[in-house]
């Protein structure tokens, strides 16, 4: 014990040293800011009473300014890191190139090969007795040098080399792609900016660099890097749905709730906050140490916990520290209870099957797998079956063919001195079998897919598409429908006025401000500087002569821009009322389609502007200013006439309309200011204005580009139908004489809702074929489009859609869609946070640059497919029929293992890297159940494999007499390496390397070397393989089972292996149209495997609190419905029908599920006990469809 009371002792003054280190002259230490960040509503605001007396004092005590915010000195803000810790949450650990080598070891053929050699080499090295004995039959005959026999024990070796070879260019592989991709993260980092106040002026600077006491603004679309306190907020929504698991938006105000997380989405509103925590500290951060940033911190917790409890029981204090973090992360983890009971999935019998989905949910940032790697695997899987029974037959073959030759033929008899000399013949046959093995599996096929995606990635950087997630890329490839934004994609979100009303008269251009009464240009400047963000500015030009630069809000902008153009400025208004003093702000949101702010007038009255999409605002104005600056009544009838003529014109002109208004509200009885319809009404009208945003000038091209490809475009926008319909014409979204329909969101849900108001796929889908522009939309219905095409079955393939969004309220539909691409410039950090790919142009035609490198990720696939699987089939029937006819095969393991290093790692990596071209954009896509391998490449798969397969059998069997030199057949067990056999090998090289050239067109074209030049990897990959197979023909010698080539035979082999191109030209003579009887292969996942694909990720949109309360009806359902599925398959299959029915019914069901209809239909409950037992009893029966 005294050794406790020791530890004790030395532990309390350093732990007090260490606060008062903390607070560094700062009046809050860490642990305090900390335990405040952990207090919500009431609870926050009391203590920041009693601690700080309000948000100010804590500011001072922070030594910072709610106005000013920090200064600039590097000395402070570097203490401030010290004191408080840096914005960032340390990563996971990447592996480290050992592990990868330790992963890439563990591949069932490699394991295979390695014992086989290892045996093969003891054997080697094992002399038996009777040397001379002629009784072990004809194995030690033919001609042996004495250094022959020493020579054993290279291929062993070999065997191993190559395995090594094969191990280390794998882990080399994975450890690329993994940094590459960390790369990408932390690309994706440093883009994200916030906004600060230094030195009184706002700074963007890199999330990293936030520090505790910065002032910073938030604004609507917001992802919080740190806590905060909230010093000052105009209608502040936040979603904490991310910490909380709430899925309501919650209220933030200095008087009822000032607390910020980070982690947290600003929904609506702005404000000012005070830093508090940042990195590891902050509420995000401490969840993140708890998970502990993945599950190796785990294994170390569990083993320090063990640890822990011996040392404490052995009464040794030297781990009390550690307990007491231990206990605070214990206490955090309860505080975080709610995050663990979302991700508590409910113990059943399905309990470890829901354990895995919830899991895999966690762990994979979106769709599981992609259409590609599914078609892969599947492949993959029919190669590799195929490939094992191929080599088990060799070996049956081989070891039979021996024995009945040795033992039956010759009648010898099996002696125990010569039982290591067959063993080694048997272990030769093994090493032949798994030779076949290793070859025909393609485990190159999931290494080209990484590179190709990998090297896409980074090319696309270039074409200004930030990938987030690897299989983005290849599922756009695939892409059908795009729905894109207008504003900013479309157009070039810079937004100018060239058009007005004002005082009665229609300006076409900017009027001159002499026309104008004072009162009316007075009214019009206040409206527009006050009511607007005060982060929204014009700056000066960053070059002479250069346009303004706009910051913030373009619309906004545009207005500013109107204000200067009638040579009047906004700052002198802003800074007379700073945005302190505004009384109340309802800031825009998708629903209000406006923005309105409160003033209090000297009189002790309040004045509203409000500004707003012009048919909204104008039907809340009841007056309007004439020319003389005075109020006219203002009546529907001149609404409809203002509309008529003044707000349509604007509109067919391609203009975005906007109406600025205001209302006085008189002193004495303060209105109530939370009832917003009986404010924003009787307003009276400043002014309309038309403001102009450019199409870009390259995206009628693009958009010509995806037409062609059959890819439809649509635009949905928040516009007017007018505006929208212009820009659609001025883009070719629509063409004059086109059968399509322009639609806004009122009449587009009347048109897919039926009387209850529920949405009907029916009805959807008599209306998204011809939609071409959707207008005056929400985000909701942006969602139930994307929603409807993704879920029509009206054509015989599923669509594919891309959305681009750059909103909050876009995130649901840009998760929903296949590829989701979110604004890197005008994106706010909610929709980069469901996107898949980020376009840092904000630029349609980066769209179509996408589309082209996603068709370039599956035609890569596909070439390297076509080459891979020629060299598979003549490589095993080479080695089988060998082996069957002349017990060896004629490709030996070490040189298939070369063979299989070309084909494999080098072919992937020349195939998967050729840069895409335009003509990729000229066919239609894909689809998602298109096989991979299409009738075309089973055509030029077969084709070559047939003239392959001639060449080696004519040189295996005639070869001898035609280049007169011995033959190699029938050679004793470690005989040397004959010409013979040698020749076979490098002829099977060197027409491997023209194939490759061949493979380069998977369409038929005629062309091959198109463009070869383009592709340095390629070449230099040719080139190379080349030059090493002159080495290891030449000075390979015993281990590689190679003599060396006179001249002459070198020539032949080249001639004959050049002979694949001009072969190649004659495979694309024949009509694939005659050849009915090639099958396709490679299909995509069936049906029902897609149901529950789409079942996962739909489940993933419930709200959480439903989920809970769903979860044990979704089990019952789920084990009635397998019961039920079980036995219609079974009796259809009696019926010997198709199942179909089956499995229709079947998602039927599953929809209903959805729906959580509370009561099953009589026939599931029609189901005895012992059926329910046997399902229950069945968890792993979800295989059936």
């Not at 450890?175 to 963007?204: A, D, M, P, Y």
């Not at 508590?344 to 829901?354: D, Y």
Request: hydrophobic share 40%.
């Amino acid at each position: 014990m005294g050794d406790m009371a020791n530890s004790s002792v030395e532990f309390y003054p350093k732990n007090q040293r260490r606060e008062l280190n903390h607070a560094g002259g700062f009046g809050c230490t860490l642990a305090e800011l900390r335990s405040l960040m952990e207090l919500r509503g009431a609870e926050a605001i009391q203590k920041v009473q009693e601690t700080y007396s309000d948000v100010n004092g804590l500011c001072r005590r922070l030594k910072t300014s709610p106005t000013e915010g920090l200064s600039d000195n590097t000395a402070d803000l570097e203490k401030r890191r010290q004191i408080y810790g840096q914005n960032f949450i340390p990563p996971k650990k990447p592996k480290t190139f050992l592990q990868l080598v330790w992963e890439a070891l563990q591949d069932v053929t490699l394991i295979i090969l390695e014992m086989a050699a290892i045996i093969s080499l003891g054997l080697s090295f094992y002399a038996p007795p009777g040397e001379e004995s002629e009784n072990c039959g004809n194995v030690q005959a033919g001609g042996e040098d004495e250094g022959e026999s020493e020579a054993g024990w290279i291929e062993g070796a070999a065997i191993l080399l190559s395995v090594i070879c094969v191990v280390l260019v794998t882990a080399f592989n994975d450890w690329s792609k993994e940094k590459q991709f960390r790369g990408l993260q932390s690309r994706i980092e440093q883009e994200q900016k916030f906004t600060v106040i230094r030195n009184g002026q706002q700074v963007q600077i890199p999330v990293a660099e936030l520090v505790v006491g910065d002032i910073a603004q938030i604004k609507y679309g917001d992802l919080l890097p740190a806590d905060g306190v909230l010093i000052q907020g105009n209608d502040l929504k936040i979603d904490e749905s991310s910490l909380t698991g709430e899925s309501d938006h919650v209220r933030k105000s200095v008087e009822k709730d000032p607390m910020l997380l980070s982690g947290t989405h600003v929904m609506e509103g702005s404000g000012r906050m005070v830093i508090s925590a940042v990195g590891v500290n902050s509420q995000t951060g401490i969840i993140f140490t708890l998970l502990g940033a993945g599950g190796e911190e785990e294994e170390k917790k569990d083993k320090k916990d063990a640890k822990a409890e011996d040392s404490s029981t052995n009464g040794t204090g030297g781990k009390q520290q550690d307990g007491a973090v231990e206990n605070n992360q214990n206490k955090a983890k309860k505080q975080d209870g709610a995050v663990a009971m979302e991700m508590q999935p409910l113990k059943s019998a399905e309990g470890g099957e829901m354990e895995e989905r919830e899991k895999k949910k966690a762990s994979v940032p979106k769709k599981e797998k992609s259409v590609l790697q599914g078609k892969l695997t599947k492949l993959a899987v029919q190669i590799g079956k195929a490939g094992l029974v191929m080599s088990a037959i060799t070996v049956i073959i081989l070891v039979l063919y021996f024995v009945i030759e040795t033992f039956v033929i010759d009648g010898k008899t099996w002696l125990t001195e010569c039982t290591p000399v067959y063993v080694q013949y048997f272990v030769k046959f093994f090493i032949i079998g798994v030779t076949v093995l290793v070859v025909a599996v393609p485990e190159g096929l999931p290494l080209a897919v990484t590179i190709s995606l990998a090297y896409s990635v980074k090319k696309m950087m270039k074409d200004n598409n930030l990938v987030r997630h690897l299989d983005a890329c290849e599922t756009m490839g695939n892409a059908t429908a795009i729905c894109s934004d207008k504003t900013g994609t479309l157009t070039t979100n810079r937004m100018t006025v060239v058009q007005s009303h004002l005082g009665d008269t229609h300006y076409k251009e900017i009027p001159d401000p002499s026309n104008l009464t004072s009162k009316t240009l007075d009214l019009l400047v206040h409206a527009i500087a006050i009511n607007s963000a005060y982060t929204t500015k014009i700056l000066p030009p960053e070059k002479e002569g250069g346009l303004p630069r706009q910051v913030g809000n373009k619309t906004e902008c545009a207005l500013l821009g109107f204000v200067l153009d009638l040579r009047r400025d906004y700052q002198p208004v802003r800074e007379q009322i700073p945005e302190e003093k505004l009384y109340k702000v309802y800031t825009f949101n998708s629903v209000r389609k406006s923005m309105s702010t409160v003033i209090c007038m000297p009189d002790g009255g309040y004045r509203l502007f409000s500004k707003g999409a012009s048919e909204i605002v104008l039907k809340k104005c009841t007056n309007i200013l004439n020319s003389n600056g005075e109020l006219r009544a203002f009546r529907p009838r001149d609404r409809d006439e203002m509309i008529k003529k003044v707000i349509e014109p604007m509109a067919c002109d391609g203009l975005r309309t906007i109406c600025v208004a205001y209302r006085d509200f008189s002193a004495g009885k303060e209105p109530d200011w939370d009832n917003e319809n009986d404010i924003v009404i009787d307003l009276t009208c400043i002014a309309v204005v038309g403001i102009e945003d450019p199409v870009r000038p390259e995206v009628p091209e693009a958009i010509r580009k995806c037409q062609r490809a059959g890819i439809t475009v649509r635009m949905v926008t928040g516009d007017n139908i007018n505006t929208a319909r212009a820009i659609a014409a001025k883009c070719g979204i629509i063409q004059p004489g086109e059968d399509f329909l322009c639609l806004e969101g009122k009449e587009f849900n009347r048109r897919i809702r039926n009387e209850k108001g529920e949405i009907e796929q029916e009805r959807l889908d008599k209306i998204w074929p011809k939609l071409r522009v959707l207008a005056r939309s929400s985000p909701t219905d942006k969602h139930t489009l994307v929603k409807g095409i993704i879920d029509s079955t009206i054509g015989e393939q599923r669509q594919v859609v891309a959305v681009t969004g750059d909103g909050t309220n876009d995130g649901p539909a840009l998760k929903k869609a296949d590829v989701g691409f979110a604004m890197g410039i005008a994106g706010t950090d909610v929709a980069k946070e469901a996107s898949d790919i980020i376009l840092t142009d904000d630029n349609f035609s980066s769209i179509v640059k996408a589309v082209m490198w996603g068709r370039n990720v599956y035609d890569s696939i596909s070439k390297f497919l076509q080459f891979q699987l020629t060299v598979n089939v003549v490589a095993v029937i080479v080695a089988f029929t060998g082996a069957c006819i002349t017990q060896d095969s004629p490709l030996k393991a070490v040189q298939m293992l070369w063979v299989n290093l070309i084909m494999d790692t080098f072919a992937s990596l020349a195939l998967a890297t050729e840069p895409p071209t335009e003509a990729l954009l000229l066919r239609k896509p894909y689809g998602r159940n298109k096989p991979l391998i299409s009738r075309t490449m089973m055509k030029n798969i077969l084709g070559h494999a047939v003239y392959q397969l001639i060449i080696i059998f004519t040189l295996l069997f005639v070869g001898e007499v035609f280049f007169d030199i011995d033959s190699g057949r029938n050679a004793p067990l470690h005989s040397p390496p004959s010409e013979h056999y040698t020749i076979i090998f490098n002829t099977f090289v060197m027409m491997q390397l023209f194939n490759e050239i061949n493979a380069r067109k998977i369409h038929g074209e005629r062309n091959v070397f198109d463009g070869i030049f383009g592709n340095p990897i390629f070449c230099s990959i040719v080139l190379g393989t080349f030059g090493i197979q002159i080495v290891i023909v030449q000075f390979g010698g015993k281990p590689f089972s190679c003599s060396p080539l006179n001249a002459q035979q070198w020539l032949w082999c080249l001639f004959v292996g050049f002979g694949e191109l001009v072969w190649g030209q004659v495979i694309a003579t024949i009509p694939t149209s005659h050849l009915k009887c090639l099958k396709e292969a490679g299909h995509g996942p069936g049906k029902d495997e897609i149901t529950d694909e789409e079942l996962a990720e739909d489940e993933e949109e419930i709200d959480h609190a439903e989920r809970e309360l769903r979860r044990g009806q979704i089990l019952w359902f789920r084990g009635l419905n397998r019961i039920q599925t079980q036995m219609e398959v079974v009796s259809t299959f009696k019926r010997s029908g198709s199942f179909q029915g089956a499995v229709r019914r079947r998602s039927s069901v599953l929809s209903q599920l959805h729906d959580v209809t509370n009561i099953s239909t009589p026939t599931h409950v029609i189901l005895s006990a012992a059926n329910a037992s046997a399902g229950a009893g069945n968890p792993r029966s979800e295989s059936i469809p």
